[in-house]
T-cell receptor
Framework: AQTVTQSQPEMSVQEAETVTLSCTYD???????LFWYKQPPSRQMILVIR??????QNATENRFSVNFQKAAKSFSLKISDSQLGDTAMYFC?????????????FGKGITLSVRP | DVKVTQSSRYLVKRTGEKVFLECVQD?????MFWYRQDPGLGLRLIYF???????EKGDIPEGYSVSREKKERFSLILESASTNQTSMYLC???????????FGQGTRLTVV
């Protein structure tokens, strides 16, 4: 079974600064996907970024980028130039690549507050 | 845009009631999921379905059942609601294979 660990329950960052959210996971699979989801106060879960494990290059999506360390089973999210709208819960998630019945396994989430 | 719609945003039910949470998606996705979200516990999978009338238990199926009679609709049923089922319930859907899941807006259920 896969597990996803987000050890920091809360973080705070000043607007315009950079923040990194940590995530580690445990799996015996070699091929898989990793995701970061954002859940703002509106409760709508939104995909922030995804990473395929077979790709060595770290995924980037505008101000969001990841540091994927496959050997260490680490998948951190960096948010650059933080904005007030980044205030949300962030969930790290894992998905096996094999098979049709792919489902997400989530971490416990981290609450990020961006201070004006 | 993909849309996953949950029938209620807030729901209050009494202990022992049978509760139905409905979810509809409009993107012809094969996979549908029900998650429960609790503070400090993240999202935990209750049940998922990969085809009409097909279902699999997730991590916490006890006290719940599901129904998927049509591809676009996935219902979560609390046979006899209890106060420990007070929680946020999130429905999601995804295409077949390892793909991004799309979520509904959540139903906050309170059992009194």
């Amino acid at each position: 079974a896969q597990t996803v660990t987000q050890s920091q329950p809360e973080m705070s960052v000043q607007e315009a600064e950079t923040v990194t959210l940590s995530c580690t996971y445990d799996t015996s699979e070699n091929n898989y996907y990793l995701f970061w989801y954002k859940q703002p106060p509106s409760r709508q879960m939104i995909l922030v970024i995804r990473q395929e494990a077979y790709k060595q290059q770290n995924a980037t999506e505008n101000r969001f980028s990841v540091n994927f360390q496959k050997a260490a089973k680490s998948f951190s999210l960096k948010i650059s130039d933080s904005q007030l709208g980044d205030t949300a819960m962030y969930f790290c998630a894992f998905m096996k690549m094999a098979g049709a019945n792919s489902k997400l396994t989530f971490g416990k989430g981290i609450t990020l507050s961006v201070r004006p | 845009d993909v849309k996953v719609t949950q029938s209620s945003r807030y729901l209050v039910k009494r202990t022992g009631e049978k509760v139905f949470l409905e979810c509809v998606q409009d993107m012809d996705h094969e996979n549908m999921f029900w998650y429960r979200q609790d503070p400090g516990l993240g999202l935990r999978l209750i049940y998922f379905s990969y085809d009409v009338k097909m279902k699999e238990k997730g991590d916490i199926p006890e006290g719940y059942s599901v129904s998927r009679e049509k591809k676009e609709r996935f219902s979560l049923i609390l046979e006899s609601a209890s106060t420990n089922q007070t929680s946020m319930y999130l429905c999601a859907s995804s295409p077949v294979g390892p793909n991004e899941a799309f979520f509904g807006q959540g139903t906050r259920l309170t059992v009194v």
